[in-house]
């Protein structure tokens, strides 16, 4: 299919936007991801029963580190699902398809898929980190002790989407030559195992791990643990990591899907 030849900075933007917008849309609408959504606060909200226990500061700590890992765990399961669902819907229903024959380039359908699922990523975790702020200043009111800052609990939301994000980008890319949505979700699932896993690739049979992403960059746990917001040049480093790691998958995925037949 030839792809049509409109350009324009702020044109390429608008399309993007449009697919973004009506890829988000469409989540939002999923039952996958109003599921995922109840999962977590419920078990956000099932850290309550800590109450009846007086540890102390190690209470809001655990509190803390079972609401990042509610978040990470659900959070890396929707990237992955997600990603692929929304993309194979497309491509099942004839929506792909449709679009492609307007003014829209591969890339920019690539870009505002990537966008959307981002956006959905973000509201995710604003939702439970807003949640995990209020279940963490409500208890440590309770037992009159300090809790985590604010910065410092926004900024392990932040890695928490970053991760997120990343994970969507390597499921996107296996989508656009993936036959089935849920080889596209397995595999973006496993993507992100061997992503956690790069902080062992110091030689021998991992030694191959090195070019992969590091997921483990994004530790959330260790920073609220820490107590301490990022300084801005760490933070800096990161989103830099981050932004490549995400430009190299859409920029692949770009590639694939631009010989993908409809």
């Not at 792909?96 to 959905?120: D, S």
């Not at 969507?168 to 896993?197: E, N, P, Q, R």
């Amino acid at each position: 299919m030839t792809e049509p030849r409109h350009r324009g900075v702020g044109a390429s933007l608008n399309r993007i936007r449009l697919v973004a917008g009506h890829t988000l849309g469409e989540a939002l609408r999923m039952r996958l991801v109003l599921l995922f959504a109840v999962a977590a606060v419920l078990l956000l909200l099932g850290a309550r029963w800590l109450a009846e226990f007086h540890f102390g500061a190690p209470e809001l700590k655990l509190i803390g580190d079972f609401g990042l890992g509610t978040m990470g765990l659900l959070g890396t399961l929707l990237a992955a699902l997600a990603t692929a669902q929304l993309f194979f819907n497309d491509v099942a229903n004839g929506a792909a398809a449709c679009v492609l024959t307007r003014p829209v380039r591969r890339w920019e359908y690539v870009a505002g898929k990537l966008a959307g699922v981002a956006a959905l990523l973000a509201l995710f975790t604003a939702v439970l980190g807003g949640l995990l702020a209020g279940l963490l200043l409500w208890r440590s009111g309770q037992l009159g002790v300090a809790s985590a800052g604010l910065p410092v609990l926004l900024s392990a939301c932040a890695l928490q989407w970053m991760k997120f994000t990343v994970i969507a980008a390597m499921t996107l890319l296996v989508c656009t030559y993936a036959g089935t949505a849920l080889f596209a979700s397995c595999a973006g699932l496993l993507l992100a195992v061997i992503g956690h896993l790069r902080p062992f690739a110091t030689g021998g049979g991992l030694g191959w791990l090195r070019v992969w992403p590091n997921l483990a960059r994004f530790d959330a746990e260790a920073l609220l643990a820490s107590g301490l917001p990022l300084p801005a040049q760490q933070l800096l480093g990161l989103a830099v990591y981050w932004a490549v790691c995400v430009l190299l998958s859409g920029v692949l995925a770009s590639y694939a899907f631009k010989q993908r037949e409809f």
